[in-house]
């Protein structure tokens, strides 16, 4: 079992810059690769990265990649996802999810989920 709690979210101006954090509880957080998600008002959630589970390697959608940044700190049981560039449309609630197996750029599988982060981000 995992728990997990986001954090960072907020109200920003356009081209500001946010990093989202996602602490972990529970067992073997270094067992699990991490996902990003993001559900826009009125629109269905959507993957936006994932990490490998000892950080080695990272995926984000090739519509964000230049922007977003996803990252993970085992020995502090904590993933990241660095917003820069922020636009009006990333306005979202962001959600960190943890998954067991090896695939990290796939947006199927994960079976832990935290609350949520809203992101805000004003023209």
């Known amino acids: 079992q995992v728990q997990l709690v986001e954090s960072g979210g907020g109200l920003v101006q356009a081209g500001d810059s946010l990093r989202l954090s996602c602490a972990a509880s529970g067992r073997a957080f270094s067992a699990y690769i991490m996902g990003w998600f993001r559900q826009a008002p009125g629109k269905e959630r959507e993957f936006v990265g994932g990490v490998s589970a000892d950080g080695s390697g990272s995926y984000i959608v090739v519509s964000e990649r230049g922007r977003f940044t996803i990252s993970r700190d085992n020995a502090k049981n904590s993933v990241y996802l660095q917003l820069n560039d922020l636009r009006p449309e990333d306005t979202a609630e962001y959600y960190c999810?943890?998954?067991?197996?090896?695939?990290?750029?796939?947006?199927?599988?994960?079976?832990?989920w935290g609350q949520g982060t809203r992101v805000t981000v004003s023209s």
């Open positions: 999810a943890a998954r067991t197996g090896t695939s990290y750029s796939i947006p199927t599988g994960y079976t832990y």
